[in-house]
């Protein structure tokens, strides 16, 4: 397969929608059903692989709503986020592009002592030890669950063949200050709060589950323990490798020699989740952190995703399609985070009230995805109906343990509240 240069013809790929009369008194729903249909569908490789959906329908979040739907082979979602900035302006200067968030450089001590010298040296090769090791264990359970390392069966664990389910899609817009309040009071990142509340939601909602389940009808109470007590449940965590980190400037993403490459960077790493009934609530955040901080430490994102590019050169699309396909097949959910624009900006002149952002047609029964805009967080996920039927549910499991923690935190005096 190649590209092929060609003509873009807009009436193929911009669509008005037609709303139907019978939704007028529920515009959510309407939006939901939009979207589940438009999973049954797949882009037509005949013609450039996007197309745009105008909703001319008033939903409880904006006025109208604007639905971009891309080819994942376009980009990944870095790329598509940068294309997405460079396709819009501030509202508050319309002639100037979004910011582009930036990670603040700590500062280095320039001059260290003798001793402080000698014991960097040997933390030094203590780090270069780890690092070694937790990449060959990483890239050893990642082969290994190409052949028998699987996910527990849980109650959102679908049989072979849920991708190519049609995708309910639903999502929850949250305080992102909430977030921010959580990771500074704990020194974390938004990405370990994230995955930490992901982690509590899943473990309330996998709880009540396993007590529908129960013979006894005393299950079903969210206080009472209906988990097993070991249960094996990894995230395919989607990881940007470029050499030069975050949302990047268009224009250099298409410079042919930058760092900032466009297209599909991305290494993969499992990440295993504890699916537990806590007493403390910021067990989940601190679980989170650990997993995370372990994973740092490890070349498992730039190796998967090395040995993804080497078995395309080796065997070809189809036979290295495969082989992913059944280790990713052995996990039970994917994740990402993206981070967005921190001010307020306009797409083509229409200001803009949030973002969210998925995928449908991977081999998980489950996507997560975090997005960020100004002061918002965007929680999305992607369900296989048939095997997650209440996937609002989940999302209020999410939003509530989020509340939760962020509840805990103040109440213990960790956070500076003004």
């Known amino acids: 397969m190649k590209w092929v240069r060609t003509k873009v013809d807009l009436d193929k790929h911009v669509i008005v929608a037609d709303i139907d009369s019978?939704?007028?008194?529920?515009?959510d729903k309407f939006l939901e059903d939009y979207i589940y249909n438009l999973t049954k569908t797949s882009l037509n490789k005949l013609k450039p692989m996007w197309d745009l959906h105008i909703l001319n329908v008033k939903t409880s979040n904006a006025e109208s709503v604007l639905i971009l739907r891309v080819h994942h082979s376009l980009g990944d979602g870095i790329s598509l986020m940068s294309l997405l900035l460079a396709c819009s302006?501030?509202?508050?200067?319309?002639?100037?592009?979004?910011?582009?968030?930036?990670?603040?450089?700590?500062e280095n001590n320039n001059n260290p002592s003798f001793i402080r010298r000698f014991t960097l040296r040997f933390i030094g090769l203590w780090w270069l030890l780890q690092l070694l090791w937790n990449t060959i264990v990483d890239v050893s359970l990642f082969i290994a669950s190409a052949f028998f390392l699987k996910d527990t069966k849980t109650p959102i664990r679908a049989p072979p063949g849920c991708e190519y389910n049609p995708r309910r899609i639903v999502f929850r817009i949250v305080s992102l200050d909430d977030f921010k309040l959580v990771k500074n009071a704990m020194k974390l990142t938004i990405n370990?709060?994230?995955?930490?509340?992901?982690?509590a939601g899943l473990s309330r909602y996998?709880?009540?589950?396993?007590?529908?389940?129960?013979?006894?009808?005393?299950?079903?109470?969210?206080?009472?323990n209906n988990l097993p007590?070991?249960?094996?449940?990894?995230?395919?965590?989607?990881?940007?490798?470029?050499p030069s980190p975050g949302i990047q400037d268009l224009a250099d993403m298409m410079e042919k020699n930058s760092e900032a490459k466009w297209g599909n960077w991305l290494g993969y790493v499992f990440v295993p989740f504890t699916i537990a009934l806590k007493d403390d609530p910021l067990d989940y955040i601190r679980d989170a952190k650990a997993t995370i901080d372990r994973k740092k430490h490890s070349l498992e994102a730039l190796c998967t995703f090395s040995i993804s590019g080497l078995l395309f050169s080796l065997f070809g699309i189809k036979s290295t399609t495969a082989l992913l396909h059944r280790?990713?097949?052995?996990?039970?959910?994917?994740?990402?985070?993206?981070?967005?624009?921190?001010?307020?900006?306009?797409?083509?002149?229409?200001s803009m009230t949030y973002l969210a952002a998925t995928t449908y047609g991977q081999p998980n029964e489950l996507m997560v995805n975090f997005q960020s805009y100004v002061n918002k967080m965007t929680m999305v996920l992607s369900v296989d109906e048939t095997t997650i039927p209440d996937p609002l549910q989940l999302c209020d499991d999410i939003a509530e343990s989020l509340k939760l923690i962020k509840?805990?935190?103040?109440?213990?005096?960790?956070?500076?509240i003004h």
């Open 22 to 27: 019978n939704y007028t008194e529920s515009p």
């Open 89 to 106: 302006r501030q509202i508050a200067n319309p002639q100037a592009l979004p910011t582009l968030p930036t990670k603040k450089n700590l």
């Open 192 to 199: 370990d709060v994230a995955l930490g509340v992901t982690q």
């Open 206 to 224: 996998l709880n009540r589950r396993y007590g529908e389940n129960r013979d006894d009808g005393l299950g079903s109470n969210v206080h009472r």
């Open 229 to 242: 007590k070991k249960i094996r449940l990894r995230a395919n965590l989607l990881v940007n490798v470029r």
């Open 327 to 350: 280790i990713f097949s052995s996990t039970t959910m994917a994740f990402s985070n993206v981070v967005g624009p921190s001010e307020e900006i306009a797409f083509y002149n229409h």
């Open 407 to 416: 509840d805990v935190v103040i109440e213990r005096g960790l956070a500076n």
